[in-house]
């Protein structure tokens, strides 16, 4: 047999010849079964096709060093556009281009750093749209806090006019927010087209789960490539046998130069992968152990510890103990201003249901809270009827219980304002899933799988599902699916940032008041 160490042969034929002799003699090395495999393996790589030979075939990290530059570029960009405009337009004067580029480039590079630092420039995170526009809200709105924070300790905030910097906050938000959604799309795309050399993947798994395994992998556009596999049909075998194996796979895995390893979950022997992880342990690979079908379904499963037992963890609390704090520090001191300062507000609105219909000011439902408690929400009266029982009418388009100034109020969104004295006493927050009615709730809830989930968190006076579009009646099941989708996404994705944006949204965009009635 030959020697492992010298399969790897310098070729002046090029790349594909010397991979077709490497094949034969790697086949010289394996059994029968193996040879197959093998040869597939490098005619694959040494196909002209095969995006790792593409003369003009992107490297991942030269991929990511170009979205890095692009979000850098674009903010410096915005920078310098919106500062002469407003310069133009406002003064009637020329600006300083190096003014307005220096605040640019430090607004970039604050942005661009704080992803690069968390990886958020990988392949995978850009495929998977991994960044919430709530994050990079909250991301740029942290950078404009540390440009202030500049300004006042070098004394130059009044070489900036601030109608300039209010501009270049929101246009830079829409630009970066726009530029993370082209990203994702060129991604695919570049992928999708052969432009980008993937990472070269070998699979180890027994012979059911090896063809699964390549499909799942192949078939997507991801930045990785199965070019080998590895059969090994009952990890009972023999040492010597299981030894064979793994040597035979190490030594093809140097000769094609893989980078990543995958063992399926399918050889989870303890024995096994001792045996397997100190084999592949000599090769300058990424080791990686696949999941079944079912963890697959938990985007944020990974390794916990307890004590000294390691488990893996599938879900997790929709907020941590941190940004629980955060979160209902944020809902306390909000809801207390906005209850001062709309205070006349609320006494005018008062006066207007006093005098267009009998009745109270105020309606008072049961709705389920957190956890499925019930609380009582508060708002302005705006029809005739106050059902509160085990069958609740929704209410349409020109339905006659609504008042005059209640048709106004629910037009405006005015009628949920005292809902603040729902989140002081901690029934509601600012953000979060809209409260149904009991009888709603136990109406869906037999009807839509996931429909409970919407409790895992406290509800609120908005969220992502009002701001974009879904509120007011539900004339269909599948309307109240499209509803609670959106609810779930901001379940498993809320965050501080992710809550301002939605606050933002709520106040300046048109889909909040759609439906409203």
Same mark, same amino acid.
């Given at each position: ?170 246009? +830079?938000?829409?630009?970066? #927010?726009? %530029? ?7 991604? !695919?795309? *570049?992928?999708? /087209? ?112 307890? +004590?000294?037992?390691?488990? #893996?963890? %599938? ?7 941190? !940004?629980? *704090?955060?979160? /209902? ?189």
């Amino acid at each position: 047999m030959p020697n492992p160490s010298s399969l790897v042969m310098p070729d002046r034929r090029g790349p594909a010849n010397a991979l077709l002799a490497v094949g034969s003699v790697l086949a010289a090395c394996c059994s029968d079964e193996e040879d197959a495999s093998v040869l597939a393996s490098v005619r694959q790589l040494a196909s002209p096709n095969f995006v790792g030979f593409s003369r003009f075939a992107l490297a991942q990290s030269c991929f990511g060093a170009t979205a890095l530059l692009i979000e850098l570029g674009g903010i410096v960009l915005i920078s310098i556009v919106t500062g002469m405009a407003y310069q133009g337009l406002v003064h009637g004067e020329q600006g300083f281009v190096e003014n307005y580029a220096a605040i640019g480039v430090l607004a970039g590079l604050g942005y661009t750093s704080v992803f690069l630092i968390r990886n958020e420039y990988a392949i995978g995170v850009l495929l998977e749209k991994g960044r919430s526009p709530g994050r990079i809200f909250l991301t740029w709105s942290l950078v404009f806090a540390g440009l202030s924070i500049i300004g006042f300790l070098t004394k130059t905030t009044h070489e900036f006019s601030r109608g300039w910097l209010v501009v270049f906050f929101l246009s +830079g938000l829409a630009g970066v #927010l726009f %530029l993370n959604a082209m990203l994702s799309l060129a991604v !695919a795309r *570049v992928i999708a /087209r052969g432009w980008m050399r993937r990472r070269k993947v070998m699979i180890v798994a027994t012979d059911r789960e090896v063809a699964s395994l390549e499909r799942e992998m192949n078939e997507s556009a991801t930045g990785f490539w199965v070019i080998a596999r590895t059969v090994v049909p009952n990890t009972a075998q023999e040492p010597a046998q299981i030894d064979a194996v793994l040597d035979a796979a190490v030594a093809n895995a140097r000769a094609l130069a893989i980078e990543d390893i995958v063992i399926s979950n399918g050889l989870c022997n303890s024995a096994f992968l001792e045996r397997a992880v100190n084999a592949f342990k000599v090769l300058p690979v990424a080791l990686h152990l696949s999941t079944s079908s079912f963890v697959r379904r938990f985007k944020d499963a990974r390794i916990a510890r307890f +004590g000294q037992t390691a488990t #893996l963890s %599938l879900t997790r609390p929709p907020l941590g103990p941190f !940004a629980a *704090v955060t979160k /209902r520090s944020f809902d306390m001191v909000a809801a207390g201003v906005a209850l001062v300062i709309l205070s006349p507000l609320f006494a005018a609105i008062a006066l207007l249901i006093k005098l267009d219909s009998p009745g109270p000011v105020f309606f008072k439902q049961r709705r389920r809270g957190y956890n499925g408690e019930e609380f009582r929400i508060w708002k302005f009266r705006t029809m005739t009827s106050l059902d509160d029982g085990d069958v609740i009418v929704q209410a349409t388009e020109n339905d006659r219980r609504i008042t005059a100034v209640g048709d106004f109020l629910r037009r405006t969104s005015l009628d949920e304002l005292p809902q603040l004295i729902n989140v002081l006493k901690g029934e509601m927050s600012l953000v979060g899933p809209r409260p149904h009615a009991v009888a709603h709730d136990r109406f869906f809830e037999r009807r839509i799988e996931l429909y409970p989930r919407r409790l895992n968190v406290k509800p609120g006076i908005t969220g992502w599902a009002q701001v974009n579009g879904f509120r007011g009646e539900t004339r269909t099941e599948e309307a109240m699916r499209q509803r609670v989708d959106h609810d779930l996404y901001y379940i498993d994705n809320c965050s501080f940032g992710f809550d301002l944006y939605i606050i933002l949204m709520t106040v300046i965009s048109p889909k909040t008041g759609r439906n409203a009635r």
